[in-house]
């Protein structure tokens, strides 16, 4: 990776960020400030989602996962758009042409990235919605754990608009997160709506003036990064995995995944957090996190 000023200008006093670019350069990785800057980088196709972009989104992710230097990720677009979803002309039309299993192959490459590395990604993940987001970028924006948008980010199921019900798991995604009426309204009148609106039905977590959400996403994200990585895997998987089960298999995989997460724990977290709060009296754990440094 090369070293590299974030502006080019040499007036930002923090650190140069290390730069990575996919080799057909549908990808873009930052990593600086304990921050995995993850971009859709095409912007002269909004961000669309083509077969090689979804590829080089794996070996991005793959980058991120062993990087040190990414405590946490950021999932956001180069340009004006977070990104429009898939490529209709070379995921759709190109694909459509060729003999099925190229279909095959693209369809297993999309979800490969877009939810089942994502989702239980082994770092925090946020999405940082800064324009455009239409159909299949539904998927990634909801497997991340967190979503900050853009008040004016313009947001659609515009499937329908063009001919087909939202494609992949981008149904799925939406019952994870929307609720129902509002899901179908989107879904089957194609109508777009804004970042404030993706907010109140939580879809994202908040929108904020557009000159305010990197500073607010890089907030939300140091406070992630003072965590243990280990431990907010173990949350974050736990809560995802044991929604979807009984009580009964929920209590015996909960149990597990607490033992696994604090079980060999190279830095001893609960251990430290234990001690600094009952035996040094340095903090209160209801009111924050303890000194890992
Ligand atoms: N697939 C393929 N190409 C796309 C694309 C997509 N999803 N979204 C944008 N592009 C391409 C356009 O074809 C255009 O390419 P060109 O410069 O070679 O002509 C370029 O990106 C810019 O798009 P344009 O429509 O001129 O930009 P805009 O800023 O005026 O509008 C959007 C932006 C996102 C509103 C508009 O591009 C759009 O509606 N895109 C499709 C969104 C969609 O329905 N996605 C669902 C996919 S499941």
């Known amino acids: 990776m090369d070293g590299t000023d974030e502006d080019g200008t040499g ?10 670019e996919s080799p057909e350069g549908t990808v873009r990785v930052e990593i600086g400030s304990d921050i995995g800057w993850l971009l859709f980088n095409r912007p002269e196709k909004r961000n669309a989602m083509n077969p090689a972009l979804n590829a080089e989104m794996a070996q991005a992710l793959d980058l991120l996962e062993g990087h040190e230097g990414a405590r946490v990720v950021v999932l956001t677009g180069a340009g004006e758009a977070w990104s429009a979803g898939m490529d209709l002309k070379e995921y759709f039309r190109d694909v459509e042409a060729s003999p099925p299993h190229v279909e095959i192959a693209a369809r297993r490459t999309s979800a490969e990235w877009q939810w089942r590395r994502l989702i239980h990604f082994a770092k925090p993940t946020i999405a940082m919605v800064n324009g455009w987001c ?5 998927t990634p924006l909801v497997c991340c754990d967190l979503a900050i948008a853009a008040e004016d980010a313009v947001f659609g199921l515009s499937e329908v608009n063009w001919g087909i019900p939202p494609g992949g ?3 799925r995604a939406l019952a994870e997160t929307v609720p129902t009426r509002d899901a179908l ?6 109508e777009t709506f804004d970042g404030r609106r993706a907010a109140a039905m939580r879809l994202v977590n908040e929108a904020v003036p557009a000159d305010r959400l990197r500073a607010r996403t890089e907030e939300v994200a140091r406070l992630l990064a003072r965590h243990s990585t280990r431990v907010l895997r173990g949350a974050k998987v736990g809560f995802k995995k044991a929604r979807l089960m009984s009580w009964d298999e929920a209590e015996d995989y909960l149990y597990a995944k607490l033992d696994q997460t604090v079980l060999g724990d190279p830095e001893q977290t609960k251990q430290e957090g234990l001690r600094q709060f009952l035996d040094r009296k340095t903090y209160r754990p209801g009111l924050g996190s303890f ?3």
């Open 169 to 171: 798991l981008v149904s």
């Open 291 to 293: 000194d890992r440094r």
């Open 11 to 20: 007036a930002d006093e923090r650190p140069p960020l290390e730069v990575w």
């Open 134 to 138: 239409f159909g299949g970028a539904f």
């Open 185 to 190: 309204w989107f879904i089957m009148t194609g």
